[in-house]
C-alpha cells in the first residue's frame, strides 16, 4: 500500500536518516549489495513555470546538477509537464537521471509532487489534469512567462493557459489517480507557510495516502519533525523547489538498484535493503 503509518519502533528509525555529512561526492561507503547512491532533488521546475528564472533551461538545468553532485532529479513545473521530457533529452548521455513529474495544485491549494517514469504515464496524467484546470488565461506582465522549450533551450511556444491555478481535484483524489497510473506522491515544502498542507489543512486527512513528505532546505528533518509532531510518520525528502539554479539542495541520498519511482517507494519504506537518507552540514 502507498500510504504510509509506522510503529513507534519505526519512528526511532526515521530519527536516523538526518546524518552529518561532508562533501556528496563521497558516498561510497552507501554503494553496497548492488545498491548505487543517487543524490537527489525531486522538486525541479524550468522556464514552463511563470514564477521560475529564465535561466531554468535544459541544458543549464543538468549542467548546474551535475556540477553540484546530483545524479537524479525530477522536473515538476506547476500543472503541466510539457518541459519534462526536453530535460530528459538535454541529460542524455551524462550520469543524470532526470524523472517525469509535475507539481499539481489541488483544489484545496496544496502543492503536491506527482512523480512518474514514461511519458505514457505523465500524458494520461497531464490528461486529467486539463480537464480539471480552470479556464484562466496568462498574463505574463503579471504572472510571467510560460515558455515551451527543447532539449537546447529553444523556444517552441508559450503555453497561454495560466498554470498556477487551483485544479478542481482534491488531495486525496488526485493522491489516489498517480497512484493508479502507477507515480510517486510526495506533498511539498512540508514547512512553508502557504500552498502546504500543513499551512492549509494543519495535518494530513486520515485517508490521505502518500510516500513520503518534503521539507525545504530551510529546515531538518528533526526540526520539522518538532513543529509538525505527525510527520513521524511519513518518510522524509528535502528539495529545493528550484525556481533558480542557485536553489538545487544535493542533500537527499538514495540507496537504490536503479532510479526508478518503484525503488524510490522502496527506499521511502526502508525495504530490501533501499534507504533515503538527508544529509546536514
Known amino acids: ?47 514552463l513555470s511563470p514564477c521560475a528564472a529564465v535561466e531554468m533551461i535544459p541544458p543549464l538545468i543538468v549542467r548546474e546538477a551535475l556540477a553540484r553532485g546530483l545524479n537524479l532529479i525530477a522536473i515538476t513545473d506547476h500543472n503541466a ?21 509535475m507539481e499539481l495544485q ?25 480537464a480539471r484546470m480552470p479556464p484562466a488565461e496568462n498574463v505574463p506582465e503579471y504572472f510571467g512567462e510560460q515558455f515551451v522549450v527543447d532539449e537546447t533551450g529553444g523556444f517552441l511556444h508559450r503555453e497561454t493557459r495560466l498554470l498556477t491555478g487551483s485544479v478542481r481535484m482534491r488531495l486525496e483524489e488526485a493522491a489516489g489517480e498517480v497512484h493508479r497510473l502507477g507515480g510517486l506522491v510526495i506533498p511539498a515544502h512540508i514547512d512553508r507557510p502557504a500552498y502546504s498542507l500543513s499551512a492549509i489543512l494543519g495535518f494530513p486527512p486520515p485517508d490521505l495516502l502518500v510516500d513520503g513528505m518534503e521539507i525545504s532546505p530551510h529546515t531538518t528533518p528533526a526540526a520539522a519533525r518538532g513543529l509538525f509532531p505527525w510527520l513521524v510518520d511519513y518518510p522524509l525528502v528535502q528539495g529545493g523547489d528550484v525556481h533558480h539554479l542557485e536553489d538545487f539542495a544535493a542533500t537527499t541520498v538514495f540507496a537504490l538498484a536503479a532510479p526508478t519511482i518503484g525503488e524510490i517507494r522502496l527506499a521511502l519504506q526502508k525495504k530490501d535493503t533501499r534507504s533515503c537518507t538527508i544529509l546536514t552540514r
Do not use: K
Open 106 to 130: 489541488t483544489s484545496e491549494e496544496v502543492h503536491l509532487l506527482c512523480l512518474f517514469d514514461t511519458l505514457a504515464q505523465v500524458s494520461d496524467w497531464q490528461a486529467e489534469v486539463d
Open 1 to 47: 500500500m502507498s500510504g504510509l503509518g509506522r510503529s513507534s519502533e519505526d519512528s526511532r528509525i526515521a530519527d536516523d536518516v538526518e546524518v552529518s555529512c561532508g562533501p556528496v561526492t563521497h558516498l561510497g561507503s552507501m554503494e553496497t549489495d548492488g545498491l548505487r547512491a543517487y543524490v537527489a532533488d525531486l522538486h525541479v521546475h524550468t522556464v
Open 81 to 101: 509537464t510539457a518541459n519534462a521530457e526536453a530535460v530528459q533529452r538535454a541529460a542524455a548521455g551524462t550520469r543524470l537521471t532526470v524523472l517525469l513529474g
